[in-house]
């Protein structure tokens, strides 16, 4: 009663019952086994209520005892890392979470600590983005996130490639998170390549931006893979070019050109209504003349070949551009990241926690023939 009425009683009670109950484990384990002997103790530390506890845990010399109880404080203590990553990857600082565990545990974590609380975390999260992937997507979507990363003293903006893939049961999952400073054509090729390290063998349909070269890059690794350049990308772009005042109608044009709905509309239709589109306005904006580069743009006009229903779905990158919000949600509270590897981390969390991909993709089944 004196104890537990005393400041933190609550507590130093607990600490004395949890000593008492290892010792008598321990003497119970010494009075069945003639030749082992106590060896004195060894300093735990444990969460008590509002207070991190230290316990001292008997020890004995041949090193064969261990206390049951201490099963439960390892237990709580994985799970206390596993809040503290999660808390990680919702957004918060590992300033941020040591600060939380202090109002929680009474004890306060500095970053590094927070930071080793992770190792195991990095550990999986590691492995998930290096794991055996499926033989066949029926869709991949890739874009590349820039964010500020320090090397070497420096800082500067690093891309960070992601490849969306859409599987046979229609779910969808990240199948990788890799660092190059520069985005590049030879970048991706790379990145095809690990894919096919890694048990794709081929690709149904591969939905990207225009950057120059991924074409080519993505048929020497799949060869034969149809390819979709961004719509949006492409109505950013021109939309760029327009003075404020005509920004409407050409808008209103582009919707048309670019129309998912049409039954028995084709690839060889939409570049008619974009020739159209493009000798309509660059008697005002001669800069558009550089679009009818069939060679660089009838890329953007693939979704016209399959099922009307699914068109929308396929012609833009834009799955993986809200993956992308929800990456600059968790890196925008950090501000620069110290390396690749952090980046990496956070990005691999955010993907492979995604329950969102666990809901099938409406309407697939519409091109069961063409992506078989």
């Given at each position: 009663?004196?104890?537990?009425?005393?400041?933190?009683?609550?507590?130093?009670?607990?600490?004395?019952?949890?000593?008492?109950?290892?010792?008598?484990?321990?003497?119970?384990?010494?009075?069945?086994?003639?030749?082992?002997?106590?060896?004195?103790?060894?300093?735990?530390?444990?969460?008590?209520?509002?207070?991190?506890?230290?316990?001292?845990?008997?020890?004995?010399?041949?090193?064969?005892?261990?206390?049951?109880?201490?099963?439960?404080?390892?237990?709580?203590?994985?799970?206390?890392?596993?809040?503290?990553?999660?808390?990680?990857?919702?957004?918060?600082?590992?300033?941020?979470?040591?600060?939380?565990?202090?109002?929680?545990?009474?004890?306060?974590?500095?970053?590094?600590?927070?930071?080793?609380?992770?190792?195991?975390a990095r550990q999986e999260v590691l492995g998930w983005l290096l794991r055996p992937l499926e033989d066949?997507?029926?869709?991949?979507?890739?874009?590349?996130?820039?964010?500020?990363?320090?090397?070497?003293?420096?800082?500067?903006?690093?891309?960070?490639?992601?490849?969306?893939?859409?599987?046979?049961?229609?779910?969808?999952?990240?199948?990788?998170?890799?660092?190059?400073?520069?985005?590049?054509?030879?970048?991706?090729?790379?990145?095809?390549?690990?894919?096919?390290?890694?048990?794709?063998?081929?690709?149904?349909?591969?939905?990207?931006?225009?950057?120059?070269?991924?074409?080519?890059?993505?048929?020497?690794?799949?060869?034969?893979?149809?390819?979709?350049?961004?719509?949006?990308?492409?109505?950013?772009?021109?939309?760029?070019?327009?003075?404020?005042?005509?920004?409407?109608?050409?808008?209103?044009?582009?919707?048309?050109?670019?129309?998912?709905?049409?039954?028995?509309?084709?690839?060889?239709?939409?570049?008619?209504?974009?020739?159209?589109?493009?000798?309509?306005?660059?008697?005002?904006?001669?800069?558009?003349?550089?679009?009818?580069?069939?060679?660089?743009?009838?890329?953007?006009?693939?979704?016209?070949?399959?099922?009307?229903?699914?068109?929308?779905?396929i012609y833009s990158t834009n799955w993986i551009e809200r993956l992308n919000r929800d990456y600059k949600?968790?890196?925008?509270?950090?501000?620069?990241?110290?390396?690749?590897?952090?980046?990496?981390?956070?990005?691999?969390?955010?993907?492979?926690?995604?329950?969102?991909?666990?809901?099938?993709?409406?309407?697939?089944?519409?091109?069961?023939?063409?992506?078989?």
């Amino acid at each position: 009663t004196e104890v537990a009425s005393q400041e933190d009683g609550f507590n130093e009670l607990l600490r004395m019952s949890f000593e008492a109950m290892m010792q008598a484990e321990r003497q119970e384990h010494l009075s069945q086994s003639a030749r082992d002997k106590g060896n004195g103790f060894r300093q735990v530390k444990a969460y008590g209520r509002g207070k991190m506890l230290e316990l001292r845990v008997p020890r004995t010399r041949s090193g064969n005892f261990y206390p049951l109880l201490m099963s439960v404080v390892r237990d709580q203590e994985e799970e206390c890392r596993k809040i503290a990553f999660e808390l990680y990857g919702a957004g918060l600082t590992t300033a941020q979470v040591g600060e939380m565990f202090d109002k929680l545990y009474g004890r306060h974590y500095c970053k590094a600590s927070v930071s080793r609380m992770f190792d195991y975390a990095r550990q999986e999260v590691l492995g998930w983005l290096l794991r055996p992937l499926e033989d066949y997507y029926p869709i991949v979507y890739v874009d590349a996130l820039q964010w500020s990363t320090r090397r070497d003293g420096e800082v500067s903006k690093e891309s960070y490639y992601t490849i969306l893939g859409v599987r046979g049961d229609r779910t969808r999952e990240v199948l990788g998170v890799v660092n190059f400073p520069v985005e590049s054509a030879a970048g991706w090729e790379a990145v095809f390549g690990d894919l096919r390290k890694r048990g794709v063998r081929s690709v149904g349909l591969i939905v990207a931006d225009g950057l120059t070269g991924l074409e080519a890059s993505a048929g020497r690794v799949f060869p034969g893979v149809p390819f979709q350049k961004c719509v949006i990308h492409l109505e950013r772009n021109v939309l760029s070019r327009i003075k404020p005042a005509d920004k409407k109608a050409v808008s209103q044009d582009l919707r048309e050109v670019f129309a998912t709905d049409r039954k028995g509309d084709s690839p060889d239709k939409g570049w008619k209504r974009w020739e159209g589109f493009v000798d309509t306005w660059k008697k005002r904006y001669p800069s558009l003349k550089r679009y009818l580069d069939k060679a660089d743009y009838f890329a953007h006009f693939t979704y016209l070949g399959y099922h009307h229903k699914i068109r929308s779905m396929i012609y833009s990158t834009n799955w993986i551009e809200r993956l992308n919000r929800d990456y600059k949600r968790v890196l925008r509270m950090r501000g620069v990241m110290p390396d690749s590897e952090s980046v990496i981390f956070l990005l691999g969390k955010v993907s492979m926690t995604r329950t969102a991909y666990e809901r099938k993709v409406p309407k697939l089944n519409f091109e069961r023939r063409r992506f078989k």
